[in-house]
């Protein structure tokens, strides 16, 4: 099984900072690498897919990159509404996620 | 739009089907999916089918208990949960995958908005 791991767990960040949270794969995946945010309470959104497309809709200061083993989730304005928990999947064999990464206020 | 029905309190070595109603789009096109979370916990892919049924994984913590199809007739997915475990409680989501076949490369979107599963004597 590919096992998926994120940095940091957890992270505190003030309005306008720029973020950036990194996936890894236990083995070569590739761009099958997507990227969700979950607000507390809501199902999760699509943001990244195929490791670097952005989801229709979704604001262009999120912005995915990485192939193979190692991958990164940049927000580059963090904004009030983007604090939330972020997850990264796998999905080059069967499918996966990793643990999480909560943003939240400083 | 997804929109899961079914889940409820059950017994451990209890059964349940949860069922998933699709509407919006072609359902016979697309993969479908069951992703789970625990309460407080990360998420957790469970199960997926392609569009004609024919395709199935599970994540190993399920394998041999948990049965995912689809009737397209019905625009509905299922997930016919067997021999329950209290490690089985969670929030149940299905989501719409981005092709039809089980291949590598596709995402989830859009996802319901789950159904909870609580197992417990």
Do not use: H
């Not at chain 2, 209890?14 to 990360?42: E, H, I």
Request: positive net charge; aromatic residues 10%.
């Amino acid at each position: 099984d590919i096992q998926m791991t994120q940095s940091p767990s957890s992270l505190s960040a003030s309005v306008g900072d720029r973020v950036t949270i990194t996936c890894r794969a236990s083995q070569n995946i590739d761009t099958s690498l997507n990227w969700y945010q979950q607000k507390s309470g809501k199902a999760p959104k699509l943001l990244i897919y195929a490791a670097s497309s952005l989801q229709s809709g979704v604001p262009s200061r999120f912005s995915g990159s990485g192939s193979g083993t190692e991958f990164t989730l940049t927000i580059s304005s963090l904004q009030p509404e983007d604090f939330a928990t972020y997850y990264c999947q796998q999905t080059s064999r069967t499918r996966g996620f990793g643990p999480g990464t909560k943003v939240d206020i400083k | 739009q997804l929109l899961e029905s079914g889940g409820g309190l059950v017994q451990p070595g209890g059964s349940l089907r949860l069922s998933c109603a699709a509407s919006g789009f072609t359902f016979s096109s697309y993969a479908m999916n069951w992703v789970r979370q625990a309460p407080g916990k990360g998420l957790e892919w469970v199960s997926s089918i392609s569009g004609g049924g024919g395709d199935t994984y599970y994540a190993d913590s399920v394998k041999g208990r948990f049965t995912i199809s689809r009737d397209n007739s019905k625009n509905t997915l299922y997930l016919q949960m067997n021999s329950l475990r209290a490690e089985d409680t969670a929030l149940y989501y299905c989501a719409k995958d981005s092709i039809f076949s089980l291949n590598r490369g596709d995402w989830f979107d859009p996802w319901g908005q789950g159904t909870l599963v609580t197992v417990s004597s």
